[in-house]
Nanobody, 120 residues
């Protein structure tokens, strides 16, 4: 089973920065797309950013120009650098990863979530 462990959340003032990290561990044949999603109270989980193993990225319009996703393939780790944070960025942030556990068995794993709170 592929496990994801997140770190880096916390409380920050509006305009501040935070960096989230997520490390994948367990038996994997390949680790393809890694990404970050967030879910605020009473709202659906939404995409924040994703990155492929080749470095291709995708961002939600609401975070473009403020957040940067990156990954260290050697360490199976994905990062989310968040800058110019706004109160509306307050959410639980979840790491996601998918790939192949074996040559034929897919996996799609989620982290436990890390709280990001931006005060005004």
């Amino acid at each position: 089973q592929v496990q994801l462990v997140e770190s880096g959340g916390g409380l920050v003032q509006s305009g501040g920065s935070l960096r989230l990290s997520c490390a994948a561990s367990g038996s994997m044949f390949s680790l393809n797309v890694m990404g970050w999603y967030r879910q605020a109270p009473g709202k659906q989980r939404e995409l924040v950013a994703t990155i492929t193993s080749g470095g291709g990225t995708d961002y939600a319009d609401s975070v473009k120009g403020r957040f940067t996703i990156s990954r260290d393939n050697a360490k199976n780790t994905v990062f989310l650098q968040m800058s110019s944070l706004k109160p509306e960025d307050t959410s639980v942030y979840y790491c996601n990863a998918n790939g192949f556990r074996t040559r034929t068995e897919l996996f799609n794993s989620w982290g436990q979530g890390t709280q990001v709170t931006v005060s005004s």
